[in-house]
């Protein structure tokens, strides 16, 4: 079948034309459908297309799933809690030990012994000369011999007395027992001093010299004696100084080129339990000339 091209019209364009015909497409003829790419025939299928997977929707408080654990925490030091520990222990132990040592320093007041270490810190000084003769107390105790620092009078007191510098700055022998309130000093004058003075003069001398320094004083009228061989006047005198009231036995005694006085004494409330042995005390007196 032929078809026949109407007259009048020419496949090509009219001379004088500008445009040139291009190669391409045809152009799109109103009312006509866009062509549609299609693949190629025999080309592999085009793989769908996966949708990403879904991500897990957080909360507040909760670990997202897979988490992992945490790490643990490292061991805590114990070294400061061990200081404190151990500072504290051993305060205890310094504490405890002082303790100990008071009262073994105090309990040696009562016994018969007293170690020169414990008398050093006190400020006392035991003897080192002990008597092989015990006071004639009736208790039996052991005695300890006190001689002055020029060896030339000595007084003896049971092993339990220290010897003291605190009693009387002016005494040539002093000791005390500190728990049983008990003392006794030893003073010495030179005769030269007292020049034309019997034994009951000077001793007149002690009696006006207590009554001076004590108040509410009482006097026993004196009594002749002999200490060791040396002529000697006893005396009995309760006083109060700073308040406290004391009893004294008082040895005064009279020497080859001085005087004596020995004082052997306590609180007036303790004298007749300690009269025995401040009595022997102050009659244990010896010159050695």
């Not at 496949?11 to 006509?32: F, K, L, R, V």
Request: hydrophobic residues 30%; negative net charge; proline residues 11%.
């Amino acid at each position: 079948m032929t078809f026949s091209m109407p007259q009048g019209s020419s496949s090509e364009p009219p001379a004088g034309s500008s445009e040139e015909q291009t190669e391409g497409p045809p152009p799109e003829q109103p009312g006509s459908v866009p062509p549609v790419n299609l693949p190629p025939p025999d080309s592999p299928p085009t793989p769908p297309v996966q949708a990403p997977p879904s991500q897990p929707q957080f909360v507040w408080g909760q670990l997202p799933p897979n988490t992992p654990p945490a790490a643990s925490p490292p061991p805590k030091n114990n070294n400061m809690l061990w200081w404190v520990l151990g500072l504290g222990g051993g305060g205890c132990v310094v504490l405890t030990c002082i303790t100990l040592v008071v009262s073994v320093g105090f309990l040696s007041l009562l016994g018969p012994q007293v170690t020169n270490a414990f008398t050093t810190n006190l400020g006392l000084q035991a003897t080192s000369e002990a008597a092989q003769s015990p006071l004639t107390s009736g208790s039996g105790r052991a005695s300890q011999v006190l001689t002055s620092s020029d060896g030339t009078i000595q007084i003896e007191v049971p092993s339990s007395w220290l010897t003291s510098n605190d009693l009387s700055t002016d005494a040539e022998l002093q000791a005390a027992h500190l728990y049983d309130a008990q003392y006794v000093i030893v003073y010495r004058e030179s005769k030269s001093l007292r020049v034309g003075l019997t034994l009951d003069d000077y001793t007149e001398l002690v009696i006006r010299g207590f009554r001076q320094t004590n108040t509410e004083t009482y006097v026993q009228s004196p009594k002749k004696t002999t200490v060791h061989g040396l002529p000697a006047r006893r005396l009995e005198l309760v006083g109060t100084r700073d308040g406290r009231e004391g009893a004294y036995i008082v040895n005064v005694i009279e020497g080859e080129n001085d005087f004596y006085r020995v004082f052997a004494y306590t609180r007036l409330e303790r004298f007749e339990r300690s009269r025995n042995v401040l009595e022997q005390i102050a009659d244990s007196f010896r010159e050695l000339r």
